[in-house]
């Protein structure tokens, strides 16, 4: 496998290296060549130029184009800047969206985009679920109806079990063109999607029908790009992909360089040497060591640009296990972490170390809470108050070290994925902690993230860590809490709670505290209007900072990578589009030639 | 063929005996003395048992951090300097050697003794006996060790060195039992075993008092050589991240250096990746010059000259 890892990384330097000697600023014109990685996902040269296939050779922002681009907002998530949709308006309770398409957008092959276009790929989304576009009769959140105004213009209808995040789902549809994917329906498509929204054997063998294309739609490998982005795939090989800029793109004059080359990389180390040598004109969020940190700063032109970035991590709890179903437990470990000597070992460079665990990412907790974030117990480290929550829970302390309250031995085991290295050093900093108070603490790993999920959902796991805060929906936000991982989940726009061990539920926290039901809470965010959603936010802040069924530890910062030797107009610190690839920055007219 | 038929005799089977370990400890003496090269072999051999014997004592259960001092560069107080956690280095190196060496020498036990007997019993009974056994010899040698102990690790923790030197040592003995076999249809052969035959002597005699002894050298050799080989692959597999954390292993600090601290791209963790890879490259060293006095040792011409 290292075998196999150091030929790939040698066949990504030398394609690399031909892309760039074969592709020189003089054959690419004066806007010249941007060199960036894709933050989402490796290369895979033999994936087909489809968007809808995970390893797909099409990249989001430069030739993979979305209706509209959400903006980075810390508390709405319904803002958004166009991309393919050129304005849209909704009801006030986003019962309806109307889309009105950019006037002038065309495919890389010279065709217009079409509203037949956006219904076709609506239709191709339902096949892959989720989101707006499922099947599953009564979820909330999901089109009931598309109807084409005209030719630029197409409504999409909420069905009755409504969400307030149905505009962003809606404006977050991929646009492929229906002269090339349009095959992949198959006649009476939307017949058949009609009778899936019900119920009964007829309604579930429509569904059986639409799921049944996602292999087909997945797999679909079309000759050539077609692209209504800025720019059109030119080739691909393992090291890198090149993208030339597409002159039928409906902003076509905003966009400066003539070609994008998206270098390859196999692990974080590569993309180090990349902006180590200065190659990338950008690069998105990628975990760096200070020490590298700081090499990457002396390149010349290298800049760092920090941003909000709505994702934190935490240390959760198996509440079906022993001791962590006592909340005195879980408390007193609060306070004997230091939060601030875990975010400077593990993420120093990519986190700030959480306030206190509110199930908010820190920036936006302020605008959610106001003066309501001051109320809540920081939980500093305070060995004092963690004896005494101890002693509440009834654990005794024996030659120094804590006990299980029938005098058996204690053993905090911190699960992480092997992978994830800021995870593993977080984990190690907090048992050595808890190690230094009498608590004997260690770190078990696993060998990847997908059986990490696996593990976490059997129920294997006693602690473990997970991502929180995902905003800015403050549904998303609080279902990383209160969702199926603890048990809640939506059945047919029926919310119910199965037991821990059932269905996904390892957290196995309790179904009502103290008279409320937060699974019940974060679903109504979904319902609710910004005054009611604010109110509910502010509960559910309460409970999870007195229950702490997590215990939040650092809140990352998104730190990208601009390099102003050869463009300019980057987007400033904070700046909301900074989550975006930069394709999208180019779009609106932000990148430069210097 | 085997010592105690070729010396002369002395007063008693005691006496005789003590005069033959006596032989052989000045032997060896004698041929370790001739290189320079093998004294340190076994010179840093001695070194890190030692480490893995008294190292964990040497040192408190939790080892002292500073937390001011992150990756801090090699000083007298931290001759390796320190990990991402301001422990010293070399401390972790230390403590870490048991888990390496145990996990080394338990590995190299069941491969030797596994390959050991299963190749003496198919060499020397040939015909059903070596069918059977090298059919399941050859099945052992097709599976792939890396992949199937990456598989493996999804469902096993791998909790001590007793259990990881098991999985190695049961992957890895079909070479050994392949080796053995073939010397073993060779001797088998030879004058002293048609004797020991002829004087009707039991098969357990045969194979237990005139065929294993003369391949001790042999098997002692690759004892040697499997406790190198256990050694990569165990800190290959922790250094992959597949094993579970341990953080004096010498492989997961490999991983922890290049993965979270950079050691590939900036110098700051350059001596957190050296330490271990310096260790296990002493510990190599060390074997293999014991290995070359080892040859010499048992193969009498080579002592000759």
């Known amino acids: 496998m290292k075998r196999l890892a150091a030929i790939a990384a040698l066949a990504a330097i030398a394609t690399a290296t031909a892309c760039g000697t074969t592709e020189t600023a003089d054959t690419a014109g004066t806007g010249g060549i941007y060199t960036t990685i894709d933050g989402s996902k490796q290369i895979d040269a033999t994936a087909p130029i489809n968007p809808f296939n995970p390893q797909g050779s099409t990249f989001v922002g430069y030739d993979a184009m979305a209706l509209a681009w959400p903006k980075n907002n810390l508390t709405d998530p319904n803002q958004f800047y166009p991309g393919i949709a050129r304005s849209w308006t909704t009801t006030p309770d986003q019962g309806e969206v109307v889309v009105h398409l950019q006037p002038n957008a065309r495919w890389s092959d010279g065709r217009p985009v079409t509203s037949e276009d956006i219904r076709t790929s609506i239709g191709l989304a339902y096949t892959q679920g989720g989101s707006a576009y499922t099947v599953n009769a009564g979820a909330a959140g999901a089109a009931a109806d598309i109807q084409i105004l005209d030719d630029k213009t197409i409504k999409v209808t909420q069905g009755a079990n409504h969400s307030n995040v149905f505009l962003r789902n809606v404006l977050s549809t991929v646009v492929v063109p229906a002269h090339v994917y349009g095959s992949l329906l198959p006649a009476g498509f939307w017949t058949t999607l009609e009778a899936a929204r019900g119920t009964g054997p007829a309604a579930d063998k429509a569904k059986a029908a639409i799921t049944g294309l996602a292999q087909k739609v997945i797999t679909f490998a079309p000759r050539e790009d077609v692209s209504a982005g800025p720019f059109v795939l030119e080739r691909i090989n393992p090291g890198a992909a090149l993208l030339k800029k597409n002159p039928h793109f409906y902003d076509a004059a905003r966009i400066v360089p003539d070609k994008v080359k998206v270098l390859n990389y196999t692990g974080n180390e590569q993309i180090w040497n990349y902006l180590v040598s200065g190659k990338l004109d950008s690069a998105p969020f990628t975990a760096v060591p200070a020490a590298v940190m700081a090499k990457i700063k002396e390149a010349p032109g290298n800049e760092i640009r920090k941003g909000y970035s709505p994702v934190a991590v935490s240390m959760a709890f198996n509440q079906a296990r022993k001791p962590y179903d006592n909340v005195h437990v879980r408390r007193a470990l609060a306070y004997l972490i230091d939060r601030n000597q875990v975010t400077k070992i593990a993420s120093p460079e990519a986190g700030t170390p959480a306030v206190t ?151 196995g926290g309790p179904e009502t505290i103290g008279g409320l039901n937060p699974g019940e809470l974060t679903n109504r965010l979904n319902l609710a209007s910004p005054a009611e959603q604010k109110r509910i936010v502010g509960t559910l802040a309460r409970l999870t900072n007195q229950q702490l069924p997590v215990v939040q530890i650092y809140d990352y910062v998104n730190t990208q990578f601009v390099n102003t030797t050869r463009y300019n107009g980057w987007p400033p610190a904070g700046d909301e589009s900074l989550r975006l690839p930069a394709g999208v920055w180019m779009q609106l007219g932000m990148i430069r030639k210097k | 063929m085997t010592v105690t038929a070729i010396l002369p005799g002395g007063g008693g089977q005691g006496s005789r005996r003590a005069s033959l370990r006596r032989n052989f400890w000045r032997g060896v003496g004698r041929v370790l003395r001739r290189k320079p090269s093998r004294i340190l072999g076994v010179a840093i051999v001695a070194l890190f048992a030692a480490m893995a014997l008294v190292g964990p004592m040497l040192y408190p259960a939790h080892l002292p951090r500073d937390d001011n001092a992150l990756y801090a560069a090699p000083s007298l107080a931290h001759p390796f300097g320190t990990d991402f956690e301001g422990t010293d280095v070399l401390a972790l190196v230390v403590t870490g050697a048991r888990y390496v060496i145990l996990t080394g020498l338990v590995t190299a036990v069941i491969t030797v003794a596994l390959g050991t007997v299963l190749g003496l019993l198919a060499g020397f009974h040939r015909g059903r006996w070596d069918t059977v056994l090298m059919r399941i010899t050859d099945l052992q040698l097709t599976i792939p060790g890396l992949p199937l102990l990456l598989v493996l690790s999804t469902v096993w923790k791998f909790q ?122 002493l510990l190599t060293l060390g074997i293999v010059l014991i290995v070359d006095a080892m040859d010499e040792i048992f193969n009498p011409r080579l002592r000759e000259e």
């Open chain 2, 160 to 281: 001590g060195p007793l259990e990881m030197g098991l999985v190695l040592g049961l992957l890895g003995w079909g070479g050994i039992a392949r080796a053995v076999r073939s010397q073993t249809l060779s001797l088998r052969e030879r004058g002293f075993i048609e004797a020991a035959r002829g004087l009707g002597l039991s098969t357990t005699h045969i194979i237990g008092r005139e065929l294993l002894p003369s391949m001790a050298p042999y098997i002692a050799m690759n004892m040697l050589i499997a406790v190198t080989g256990a050694i990569y692959a165990q800190v290959g597999l922790f250094f992959l991240g597949v094993l579970p954390f341990d953080s004096n292993n010498w492989g997961v600090m490999l991983n922890l250096a290049v993965f979270g601290g950079g050691a590939l791209t900036s110098a700051a963790a350059l001596p957190y990746l050296l330490a271990p890879l310096l260790a296990i490259l």
């Open chain 1, 357 to 507: 665990t509110t199930g908010i990412h820190g920036s936006s907790a302020k605008a959610w809470l106001g003066d309501g974030l001051a109320a809540l117990d920081p939980y500093k480290v305070d060995p004092a108050k963690a004896e005494q929550e101890l002693r509440a829970a009834g654990m005794v302390k024996k030659d120094g070290v804590w006990a299980m309250p029938d005098g058996k031995p204690w053993k905090v085991r911190i699960n992480v994925p092997a992978s994830f290295s800021d995870w593993v050093a977080a984990a190690k900093s907090i048992t050595s902690q808890l190690n230094d108070h009498g608590i004997e603490a260690s770190v078990i790993t696993s060998a990847d993230y997908v059986l990490y999920l696996d593990e976490l959902a059997a129920g294997k796991i006693d602690i473990g860590f997970w991502l929180m805060a995902l905003g800015p929906s403050p549904y998303n936000i609080y279902q990383r809490l209160y969702g199926s991982a603890n048990g809640w989940s939506l059945l047919a726009g029926q919310l119910r709670h199965s037991p821990p061990g059932k269905d996904g539920n390892w957290m």
